[in-house]
C-alpha cells in the first residue's frame, strides 16, 4: 500500500505546522522522517493516520482518500504515536486483547496474535504486569506491539526508539527493517545516524516544508559540491607548505588540523577536485604525501546546513 | 456496535479494577438503603404503605451527585494522558467513541439498580405494592441517569482536567435538576411551562407515578442525544484550527 501525501497544509491558529507538503511511499520503502523538534513530522503523521484533518490538501493510502474511507485506512496502519500513551491501568494482555477486538481481529486469531507479538517484541516475561509497571523500554515494545498486532499494509512510527537502551534500539532497528521489507513504514526521529541505518529514503523537513527528498548518498552529494581532502605532506616547513597549498589554483580554504605534524585539511572550490594539484605541488618541491584522504560530508552537517535558521 | 461494546467494556472494566465502580456501588446502596429503611422521618415503614417511592426520592439526589464523579474522566483523563489519539488511530469514529463511553457508565448504573431489586422484592413481599410505579420508576431513573451521563461525557470532553469536567457536569446537571423547576414557577403561561418542559424532575416524577409518557421520552433522549452529539462536536473541533 502506498502513502501519497499531497500538498497538505495544517495550520494551529495563524501558525502553519504544515506548508503544502507532498511526498509519496511505495511498498516495500522505509522512509525516514527528519526534522528539528516543531518541524511539522507529527502533525503530518497524524494526518495520515486520520486524527487530524488537513485544512487544505489530500491524503491517499492504499488509494483511498482520508475523506473517503478513514476507517478502512486506520485499519491498515499501525500507528505508534509521539509519546507513545497506553492506557497504563491495563495488563499488557489484556490490553493487547483490547487492540486485537477492535481491529476486528477475529477471536479464534487473537490469542495467536497476541502470542506472535509477545514473542517479536520481547515481552514474554512482563505480559501479566500493569502497563503502569513498566520501565520506558518496555512501554515503547508494547507500543510497537499493539501497532503491529493486525500485521498492518502501514507502519508509521513517531520516533519509535526513543527511551531504548542501545541493545533494544538495534533490535528494534533490524525489527523495523525486517517489516519494510514487504510494507510500507515511515517512522520519524531526530537522530540521524538511526535514519541512515534503517531507511532507504529520507525526508528532511523544516518549519513545516520539505527541504530535501532523497537516499542518504543522495542527500551526501548534494551538499558535497564541495571536496574535502585530509593531507598530510612531509618533507617542508609547515608554513611554507601551507602556504603553497593556498597558492593552488583550486584551493579555497587550508586548514591546520595538528600544529607540528604538517596535517592539513584541504577544501577545493565547488565542483572542483584539487588531489592532482596536491600531488604535482610535493613532486615539484620534492616533498612526500603521508596521507590523502577525501574526507565524507557528515549527515549532521546536511542536517544543520538545511535546517539552520 | 461491535466497536462501541468493545469500548464500554474496556471502559467498565477499568470502573472495576480502579476499584471506582466498588466505591460507588456501596456509596449507593448505602445511602438509598440507609434512606430507603432507616431513616425514620420518610423511609419505607414511616410511610406505612408498600411503595418504591422512598427508594426513588433518594436515588435521584444520590444518582445526581454520583454520575459527573463517574463520568468526568471518561474523555478527560484520555485526553490527558494522548490515549485518545491512540483510540481514535484505530478503526474508531469519534461517535463510536463518545457512545462506548457512555455506555459504559449506563452499564454501571443498571449494575447498580439491579442490585436495589432486593428492595422491591422485599417491599413487595410486606404489602401489595404498585408493580406497575416501581417498573416504571426503574426505567424513569435510567432514563435520567442517561440524561446525566451524557451531559456529564460532554463535561468531560470539554477539558483536560477532570475537576473542571466535574463541576461542569454539576453545573449544567444543577439547571436540569433544580433551577429551571424553580426559575418556572416565578412564571406563569407558556414561558413557564417551556421552561418547566426542561426540568428534569418534572418528567422524573411523572414517569415514577407509573405514566410513561411520549413527551418525557422524548425530553430524555433529546437530552441525552444532544450531550452526545455535543460531545463529539468538541471532539471534531480538533480538525478545524485549534490546539489539541
Known amino acids: ?309 | 456496535m461491535r466497536t462501541i461494546m468493545i469500548i464500554a467494556c474496556r471502559e467498565l472494566r477499568s470502573f472495576f479494577d480502579s476499584l471506582l465502580a466498588y466505591i460507588m456501588l456501596i456509596a449507593f446502596l448505602g445511602f438509598t438503603g440507609f434512606f430507603t429503611w432507616l431513616f425514620g422521618n420518610g423511609d419505607v415503614f414511616f410511610r406505612g404503605e408498600a411503595s418504591m417511592d422512598a427508594f426513588f426520592g433518594v436515588a435521584y439526589w444520590t444518582l445526581f451527585f454520583f454520575i459527573p464523579a463517574l463520568t468526568m474522566r471518561l474523555v478527560a483523563e484520555e485526553r490527558n494522558s494522548g490515549t485518545i489519539e491512540l483510540v481514535l488511530t484505530k478503526p474508531v469514529s469519534d461517535m463510536q467513541f463518545v457512545w462506548g463511553k457512555f455506555l459504559s457508565v449506563f452499564f454501571l448504573i443498571c449494575i447498580s439498580l439491579a442490585l436495589t431489586l432486593p428492595y422491591y422484592i422485599t417491599i413487595a413481599s410486606i404489602g401489595p405494592i404498585d408493580h406497575g410505579a416501581a417498573w416504571t420508576g426503574y426505567i424513569g431513573t435510567l432514563l435520567m441517569s442517561a440524561a446525566y451521563i451524557s451531559i456529564g461525557v460532554f463535561a468531560s470532553s470539554l477539558s483536560s482536567n477532570q475537576i473542571v469536567s466535574f463541576l461542569l457536569a454539576l453545573l449544567i446537571g444543577i439547571f436540569f435538576h433544580l433551577l429551571f423547576g424553580m426559575i418556572a414557577r416565578n412564571f406563569t403561561g407558556t414561558l413557564g411551562n417551556v421552561i418547566n418542559w426542561f426540568s428534569i424532575s418534572g418528567h422524573y416524577q411523572s414517569i415514577t407515578r407509573g405514566v410513561i409518557d411520549t413527551k418525557d421520552l422524548i425530553f430524555f433522549f433529546s437530552v441525552i442525544f444532544l450531550g452526545l452529539f455535543g460531545a463529539e462536536a468538541v471532539l471534531v473541533r480538533r480538525n478545524l484550527s485549534s490546539n489539541h
Not at chain 1, 528539528?36 to 490538501?57: D, F, H, R, V
Not at chain 1, 501479566?128 to 500485521?151: M, N, P, Y
Not at chain 1, 600544529?259 to 594539484?277: D, I, M, T, Y
Open chain 1, 1 to 309: 500500500m502506498d502513502i501519497v501525501v499531497e500538498h497538505i497544509t495544517k495550520r494551529y491558529g495563524p501558525q502553519k505546522a504544515v506548508d503544502d507538503v507532498s511526498f509519496a511511499v511505495r511498498t516495500g520503502e522505509i522512509l525516514g522522517f527528519l526534522g528539528p523538534n516543531g518541524a511539522g513530522k507529527s502533525t503530518t503523521m497524524k494526518a495520515i493516520t486520520c486524527y487530524l484533518a488537513p485544512n487544505e490538501g489530500n491524503i491517499m493510502v492504499g488509494g483511498i482518500s482520508i475523506y473517503e474511507d478513514p476507517q478502512a485506512i486506520k485499519n491498515s496502519i499501525g500507528y505508534l504515536p509521539e509519546s507513545n500513551p497506553l492506557y497504563t491501568d491495563m495488563p499488557v494482555i489484556n490490553y493487547l486483547q483490547f487492540i486485537a477486538r477492535i481491529h476486528g481481529i477475529e477471536k479464534n486469531q487473537v490469542n495467536k496474535r497476541i502470542a506472535a507479538m509477545v514473542e517479536v517484541c520481547g515481552l514474554e516475561g512482563e505480559k501479566h504486569k500493569k502497563i503502569g509497571e513498566l520501565s520506558k523500554g518496555f512501554r515503547q515494545r508494547v507500543g510497537l506491539a499493539q501497532a503491529l498486532i493486525h500485521d498492518p499494509e502501514v507502519l508509521v512510527l513517531d520516533e519509535p526508539t526513543t527511551g531504548l537502551d542501545p541493545n533494544q534500539i538495534v533490535e528494534i532497528r533490524e525489527l523495523i527493517r525486517k517489516i519494510g521489507k514487504e510494507k510500507t513504514v515511515l517512522l520519524s526521529s531526530h537522530i540521524l545516524a538511526e535514519v541512515e541505518a534503517t531507511c532507504d529514503r529520507i525526508l528532511i523537513i523544516n518549519k513545516g516544508k520539505i527541504v530535501a527528498d532523497g537516499t542518504a548518498s543522495d542527500l551526501r552529494k548534494r551538499a558535497e559540491g564541495k571536496e574535502i581532502l585530509k593531507t598530510g605532506i612531509h618533507g617542508g616547513e609547515e608554513k611554507a607548505v601551507q602556504d603553497a597549498l593556498r597558492d593552488l589554483k583550486n584551493v579555497e580554504m587550508v586548514e591546520l588540523l595538528a600544529r607540528g605534524e604538517n596535517l592539513f585539511e584541504v577544501h577545493s572550490k565547488v565542483g572542483q577536485s584539487s588531489a592532482k594539484a596536491i600531488f604535482d605541488l610535493c613532486v615539484d618541491r620534492g616533498w612526500y604525501l603521508t596521507q590523502l584522504t577525501p574526507t565524507e560530508t557528515r549527515l549532521e552537517d546536511i542536517f544543520r546546513e538545511l535546517t539552520a535558521n
